[in-house]
Nanobody, 121 residues
């Protein structure tokens, strides 16, 4: 059974930090690109960044570049999103996505259920 489970969300003050995790199971994690997205109420889902399956440098979109860091631990089947200098506008539900490489056992893309991050004073 394929699962992506995000955790680590919560309430944080502006300027604070929060670390999210996305634990994968049921597929060969090291054969998948991992992406982080977020979606605020009334807005479209926004891609934050991505990390290649093995040894790749993460890439980020403009809105979080320099404040967020994506990393992964293939031994733990987990991808991380470290968020710093959080702003009110970072409030959203955060999701991870697994996108298969050509070597993956399935062509399907997987999503987690999301974790809520609220930035408020």
């Amino acid at each position: 059974q394929v699962q992506l489970v995000e955790s680590g969300g919560g309430l944080v003050q502006p300027g604070g930090s929060l670390n999210l995790s996305c634990a994968a199971s049921g597929f060969t994690f090291s054969l998948y690109f991992m992406n982080w997205y977020r979606q605020a109420p009334g807005k479209e889902r926004e891609l934050l960044g991505a990390i290649a399956p093995v040894g790749g440098m993460p890439s980020y979109t403009g809105s979080v570049k320099g404040r967020f860091t994506i990393s992964r631990d293939n031994a733990k089947n987990t991808v991380y999103l470290q968020m710093s200098r959080l702003k009110l506008e970072d409030t959203a539900t955060y999701f991870c996505e697994a996108v298969p490489t050509d070597l993956a056992e399935s062509p399907l893309t997987y999503w987690g259920q999301g974790t809520q991050v609220t930035v408020s004073s």
